[in-house]
Structures are given as structure tokens and as C-alpha cells.
């Protein structure tokens, strides 16, 4: 499920092109007018293996990627920054710390009760994405300010249940991970990043092939397989409650109360092996304060997610405060109805690995993830205890603010629609920077906001941090970005600067 510790109540968090002749290593630039065109398919959970991303062309009229023809529209936002790290996959490189955080909560979920899939594409159809989940036409996941389309039908996928259903249909185990790159248009800082790494996981039983048909009984038989620990788990409130996390009306209370024990304990063994794994890394590392053994604590509180109902988040006390790690609860039914499966049901949650990464080898900027640099690869292997990142160094920042006045007939649509260059939206700001900056810019912040009282027109003010991970730069590097992202404002944003 879409859930995890940055994305509550499933809050789904501009790029342009032109065509040239230029070659790049990832992406080429051609005309592809005479080019077949093609919509997506639906991905399908497989075994088969990865994409390897060949080769990209990019035109006004078509994408071609790894040699699938996809038509462009008013609604294609992808920039070739975006699809250029497509070929990247960092969950499946064997060393990549992202690759040994899924592979570690993976070894909680053995087969052959769980199935994991972790080579499914990540361009899927709108239907996948948004309709299969349910997800209102006004939901403001849809809108071009948050997600990347390839066109108006299709999509990169914005969290990794676009391919619940499919998976939920083709029926091939009990229970299953889905691991995967996903793709919004967010924030610019040391968290976030438009390229993530999710993973859900689910368990499900069928009416027809349990004993008697009786799911509950046969739910606690499984329970009492599982590990057990030594935790202080904290879970005050009751499974069900009328108003706060009702039951589904075609759940029994004996079956919830069997799947909800099934469900936290199962997520209970997650917490045990990524705390027990990251005290040994702090230990390692000299943080005395660790080094005194005591049970870890973990706590269950109520929440909301529409695709699950009871839902729960699970928090963990680390280090002096409670961490929010990430979301889950019994599946929605009419999910289930329409992947052709009426007869089961179950539990899902959802992680974003990159924040478990971070807590495990305390890496202090989402940025690293995608570094080439030796310093920074070379400190992780699967052949090695997980430890904690040692920073190579640490640049100087370079801070420069832009100013600017929205047009008087702005609105809060956003997207980039081309005929509608002047409408704003913050994510359209990230994406300009994002677009020139890229890895070297490591925050942005909206730090003043105006008013004029007589025209009633809106000044906004952006402070934008240039910080590179890997060598000092120049304020004369820093400049001329910084006049390039000034100069996109106005072209692509209509604003007038300040």
C-alpha cells in the first residue's frame, strides 16, 4: 500500500525539452515525427527480467524508451533529468545501500509464502496508478504539479501500488513484496528527492481453502508461527472502533482481530531486525550511549488510509524520540472485489527504504543515494556488517535568494500547461531548479511571502542553497546557475523579478 513515513493519509506528493541532435549518455534528443506511437501496457508482476533502459529518444511528438513508442500531449511534463535515471534502479544494485535495506526487510517476508517483485517498469497507465486504487478524479495526486506523465494515459508511477491489483490478480503466492523506483514532483531538500524507493508488502487468505472456511482460526494458526521477540510494544486503543477505524462491513471482528495480531507482529519482526542491525552499526561506530542493551519500544497508533480500514501507523522510540516508520492496516475490500479476488482478504503496509537507509547507516542527505563517487560507494557491500556512513567532507554552502511577482491573474493550478505558463504552483519553482541545479543545489526555501495592499499582487522570495556532495564550488559556478534559474522563472513561469 501507499503508505509510509513521509507519505501520510496518502498525500501523493515541469519539465520541458526540445529537440536536438545531442547525444548523452542516457538520453538521445531526435525527431521521431514518422515514429509509430503506442499507449502504455499494463505492467503485470513477473519473474521476467529487468529492463535495461537501452536507449531513450525524445522528441516533441514521441517518447521512445527501451524501445516501447509512447505519444506526447499537453499533459507530458517528464523531463530528460527524470528519465535519465531510469536506467539507475538503485534497489537492485547488489551494493547499493537502498539494494541491502530491501533485501533486509525482505528476509522477514521468506518465500514461498512471500513473492518479491522488484523488476516491474515504472512507467505504468493512469489506470494503474490512480483509477485501480479508487483515487477521486479531483484528487490532487492526478495533477501535473505532482506527478510526471508521459501523457495524458500514461504515467511514472507515483508509489508502488500502481501494481497491487495486477498482483492481487495473477494469484501466484499468499503474500508478496512489491519493491520499485517511484516518481513524484516534490520539495527540494536533504529528505526529499523525485526519484524514491518504496516497498509494500501484503498477506492475504482465502474463504474457500482455509479449514472449514474459518479465516480467523486459521489466522491465529499462523500467528502462532511467527517469531516472537521481546519488544515493549505499546497498543492501547481497541482493533476496531466504530468512528476512528471502523470495520469493513464484510470483515467479521473475529477475522480482523486475527489479521491485525497476524499484521503486527509480522511488521513487530521488521522493527527487530533494522533496530538490532542499526544499534550495532551506532555501537560500532562509538556511540556510547547505545552501547547498554535494553528492548526496543515501539508503539501502534490509530490512523487513516483510504486504502486500508482498521489502519495503523507504527512508531519506534530510537535515539530519544519516537520515529514514525511507516503505514498498514487490513486491505479494503472493493480493492480485492476488483482485482478478481473476492474471496480473500488481508493485511498491507508500505515503507519508504530510503528513510530506513538513512536511520541504519546514518546517511545525512537523500542526495548520496544517487552519488557515483567512489568515497561514498565503496563504504557499502553485502559481503560487510551494516555500519555507519563515514562523510568524506563537508562544503561550503553558497545561499542566493530569488525574488519575484506572480502575474496579478495567477492561480494555484500549476503544472506547467503551456498555455497557462503564469498559473503557479511551488513544485512548478523545484522543477526549474531541480532542472538546472540538480545535485548541486541542496535546499529551497520560500523564506519571505508579500502582499502589495493596493494592487493585491503576490511577491514571493526563494532561498536556494548550492551545496555540492563531492568538491567545493565556486560562487562563479554558483552564479551563473543561479542567473539561469532567474531567467527560466520568467520564461517558463511568466513572473516578474524583483
Aim: proline fraction near 5%.
Amino acid at each position: 500500500m501507499r503508505m509510509s513515513c513521509r507519505w501520510r493519509a496518502f498525500e501523493l506528493a515541469r519539465g520541458s525539452w526540445s529537440a536536438t541532435g545531442a547525444r548523452q549518455t542516457s538520453l538521445i534528443y531526435s525527431n521521431c515525427r514518422n515514429q509509430s506511437t503506442a499507449s502504455a501496457t499494463a505492467s503485470q508482476p513477473s519473474s521476467q527480467a529487468p529492463e535495461t533502459y537501452e536507449e531513450i529518444t525524445f522528441s516533441p511528438l514521441a517518447l521512445t524508451i527501451n524501445n516501447k513508442n509512447y505519444s506526447t500531449d499537453s499533459w507530458t511534463n517528464v523531463p530528460s533529468s527524470i528519465l535519465s535515471a531510469l536506467p539507475r534502479r538503485l534497489h537492485l544494485q547488489p551494493h547499493h545501500p537502498i539494494a541491502l535495506t530491501r533485501k533486509l526487510i525482505e528476509s522477514r517476508f521468506p518465500s514461498p509464502t512471500y513473492t518479491h517483485y522488484n523488476d516491474l517498469s515504472p512507467i505504468v497507465s493512469v489506470a494503474q496508478n490512480f483509477d485501480s486504487l479508487g483515487f477521486p478524479a479531483d484528487h490532487p495526486g492526478r495533477s501535473r504539479t505532482d506527478t510526471y506523465y508521459i501523457n495524458k494515459d500514461t504515467c511514472l508511477r507515483t508509489h508502488t501500488s500502481a501494481h497491487e491489483a495486477d498482483t492481487f490478480r495473477n494469484n501466484e503466492s499468499e503474500g508478496y513484496t512489491i519493491s520499485a523506483d517511484v516518481y513524484r514532483r516534490d520539495a527540494i531538500d536533504r529528505s526529499h528527492y523525485p526519484i524514491f524507493h518504496q516497498m509494500e508488502g501484503a498477506m492475504v487468505w482465502d474463504r474457500r481453502r482455509v479449514p472449514g472456511g474459518d479465516v480467523a482460526k486459521a489466522v491465529w494458526a499462523d500467528v502462532e508461527k511467527l517469531p516472537k521477540h521481546d519488544m515493549n510494544v505499546e497498543d492501547l486503543n481497541p482493533t476496531i472502533h466504530a468512528e476512528r477505524n471502523p470495520l469493513q462491513a464484510s470483515h467479521s471482528a473475529e477475522e480482523v482481530e486475527a489479521i491485525a495480531a497476524h499484521l503486527k507482529r509480522s511488521l513487530e519482526g521488521v522493527v527487530v531486525e533494522i533496530f538490532s542491525k542499526a544499534r550495532e552499526a551506532a555501537v560500532a561506530a562509538g556511540e556510547e550511549d547505545l552501547a547498554v542493551e535494553e528492548p526496543l519500544r515501539v508503539r501502534w497508533i490509530e490512523a487513516y488510509f483510504p486504502f486500508t480500514s482498521p489502519s495503523w501507523e507504527l512508531e519506534v522510540f530510537w535515539q530519544g524520540d519516537w520515529l514514525e516508520l511507516l503505514g498498514c492496516g487490513i486491505s479494503k475490500q472493493e480493492l480485492l472485489n476488483n482485482a478478481g479476488v473476492p474471496d480473500k482478504l488481508g493485511w498491507a503496509f508500505g515503507i519508504g527504504l530510503e528513510r530506513v537507509a538513512m536511520l541504519l547507516y546514518s546517511i545525512p542527505d537523500i542526495r548520496l543515494f544517487w552519488s557515483e563517487d567512489k568515497r561514498f560507494i565503496s563504504q557499502f557491500s553485502a559481503d560487510r556488517p551494516i555500519s555507519q556512513f563515514v562523510s568524506f567532507s563537508k562544503y561550503p554552502a553558497c545561499y542566493k535568494d530569488v525574488a519575484f511577482w506572480l502575474r496579478s491573474s495567477s492561480s494555484s493550478a500549476g503544472g506547467g500547461i503551456r498555455s497557462n505558463s503564469q498559473d503557479f504552483h511551488e513544485n512548478d519553482v523545484m522543477e526549474i531548479v531541480r532542472g538546472v541545479g540538480g545535485d548541486l543545489v541542496e535546499d529551497v526555501k520560500l523564506v519571505d511571502e508579500f502582499q502589495h495592499p493596493a494592487s493585491g499582487r503576490r511577491s514571493l522570495c526563494y532561498r536556494i542553497n548550492y551545496r555540492s556532495l563531492e568538491r567545493t564550488m565556486t560562487n562563479n559556478e554558483a552564479n551563473k546557475m543561479h542567473e539561469n534559474i532567474r531567467k527560466q522563472l520568467v520564461e517558463k513561469m511568466g513572473v516578474e523579478l524583483r
